[in-house]
């Protein structure tokens, strides 16, 4: 450094020498850098870092000059020819007691930051063609080449290091190989401009191997997906499982609740993480896309659900029941009493009622030649001839029992009213037993018992006389009554 600044105070020292024979003018163009003074009648510096607007970039501060200014970090001071240091000193006027002193040629020498990024390369440079003839006179020369305007020399250079050239204002500029082209990166290689130089730097997203630059599996190197990772050429992405979504920092996933976003089920929908499950109501099924519910056909998954018949309907059942019956506790079939509630029997007809039906009979059953008497018994009288060959008494009575009913079955008694001494009561059937449907079991000296030994189908109606015989025992009297039973058979086992 300190060649550089005696190189440069000899130089200035050359120029003034060389310029102390020229002829004194006093004409009032200035050179770049002053302004002509018409009451002092002389040229006086301009202060660019009054007029110049951020003349120094960079956190710099600007430092007025003879003829320019400088940009010279905070800290910097700067050493007057009385060599007493100070932060700030403006530079003098161009006159011979404008200024009590100046800025010395080491200082001067120094290099400053300028706007652009360049290097003020010397105070000589600087200030131009103006020379320095006393301590702190000036001179003022008149460039021939253009009298309105003394620029500074375009054909002096200055000494610029590696990386940077001459500006137009005679500034060392750095050079920007990589806009004008002057380096040798890789076509896969990002050019990166430095102060005097440059770097070759591979792409976001890629890594240097060898000579060439290769992409960075991010995914590789967990955990930069919260879920999945999907390396691409110089970056990477994150995507999510089905059911997720892959939330605002592009990195992280949250749950997708699809019963509220768009829900797909026909009837329940029950949300999980990561997906959801449909439910169906009692009565339905999931179909096989497992998001459509279907019916169950109830009356086709069993037999037992209903006593007579099950009607499927939507998401249920009901049962009903045939005619004569009505549905008790939802599914059971109860007999209907006509005979409590509507009938259509006359006035001389009772009502008997049977499982799923009523029928009516006669309310005087005796025929010709038998009465009725007051306890419903039809007796044949013994002063009628026709009677000597018939049954004393016949008795109606009447029964319903349900189709298919299990056998061997006790279904009725008969049982003697008087009972005589000296005397034996033999049972038979008499008739309405064709087909032995039935047997009578005598169970005492006065009763039997009707058996069903044949299971038998409704509807149907029979009629069985059952006869008790009585004898003495010495056989001089006979006599015999009847008991007529009409059993009507139900249409259904209920």
């Not at 500006?167 to 750095?174: A, F, R, W």
């Not at 590789?220 to 994150?238: D, E, I, K, L």
């Not at 499982?241 to 976003?261: H, K, T």
């Not at 009837?267 to 169950?296: A, P």
Request: glycine content about 8%; some cysteine; hydrophobic content about 30%.
């Amino acid at each position: 450094m300190m060649w550089k600044v005696l190189f440069l105070t000899m130089l200035t020292l050359a120029l003034v020498k060389s310029q102390d024979n020229e002829e004194t003018i006093t004409y009032t163009q200035c050179t770049d850098g002053y302004e002509w003074d018409p009451i002092r009648q002389q040229c006086k510096d301009i202060d660019e870092c009054d007029i110049v607007p951020d003349a120094c970039k960079g956190g710099m501060k600007c430092v007025n000059h003879y003829g320019g200014y400088l940009c010279l970090p905070k800290t910097a001071q700067i050493i007057v020819n009385n060599e007493q240091p100070q932060q700030e000193t403006p530079a003098a006027e161009a006159s011979s007691g404008g200024a009590t002193g100046g800025i010395s040629a080491s200082s001067m020498a120094a290099s400053g930051v300028v706007p652009g990024g360049g290097f003020v390369a010397s105070a000589a440079a600087v200030v131009g063609p103006e020379v320095q003839t006393g301590r702190n006179n000036f001179v003022i020369r008149r460039n021939p080449a253009d009298p309105q305007r003394i620029p500074s020399n375009p054909s002096h250079r200055i000494p610029c290091a590696a990386g940077y050239e001459q500006s137009e204002h005679n500034v060392c500029q750095d050079i920007d190989e990589c806009t004008a082209g002057m380096h040798n990166c890789r076509a896969d290689q990002v050019c990166i401009n430095l102060r005097g130089s440059f770097t070759c730097q591979c792409p976001a997203g890629y890594q240097k191997r060898g000579e060439q630059c290769v992409d960075i599996d991010e995914c590789a190197v967990p955990p930069y997906c919260h879920q999945r990772c999907v390396n691409t050429p110089g970056s990477f992405y994150c995507q999510c499982s089905p059911g997720f979504l892959l939330a605002a920092n592009n990195y992280s996933c949250v749950d997708i609740n699809e019963c509220d976003a768009s829900n797909q089920c026909a009837q329940q929908c029950y949300n999980i993480v990561g997906s959801f499950i449909c439910q169906c109501n009692q009565g339905y099924e999931l179909s096989s896309d497992r998001l459509n519910c279907e019916d169950i056909d109830e009356c086709r998954t069993s037999n037992y659900l209903c006593q007579y018949q099950c009607v499927n309907e939507p998401g249920t059942f009901s049962c009903m029941c045939p005619q004569g019956y009505q549905v008790v506790g939802g599914r059971t079939c109860q007999d209907i009493n006509e005979c409590e509630t509507t009938n259509e029997c006359r006035e001389d007809e009772m009502c008997w009622n049977y499982h799923g039906g009523f029928r009516c009979y006669p309310r005087n059953p005796c025929q010709d030649p038998y009465i009725l008497t007051p306890d419903n018994r039809c007796v044949c009288p013994v002063s009628n001839a026709m009677c000597l060959d018939l049954p004393q008494s016949i008795l109606h009575k009447y029964m319903s029992i349900r189709s298919d009913r299990a056998v061997p079955s006790d279904i009725y008694q008969i049982q003697a009213t008087s009972v005589y001494t000296n005397t034996i009561n033999t049972f038979r059937i008499k008739s309405g037993n064709e087909n032995g449907e039935f047997y009578l079991r005598q169970t005492s000296a006065a009763s039997a018992m009707l058996v069903l030994v044949k299971s038998l189908t409704g509807p149907r109606e029979y009629i069985v006389d059952m006869e008790m015989l009585t004898v003495n025992r010495i056989g001089t009297f006979r006599t015999s009554s009847v008991l007529r039973l009409t059993i009507i058979v139900g249409p259904f086992s209920f």
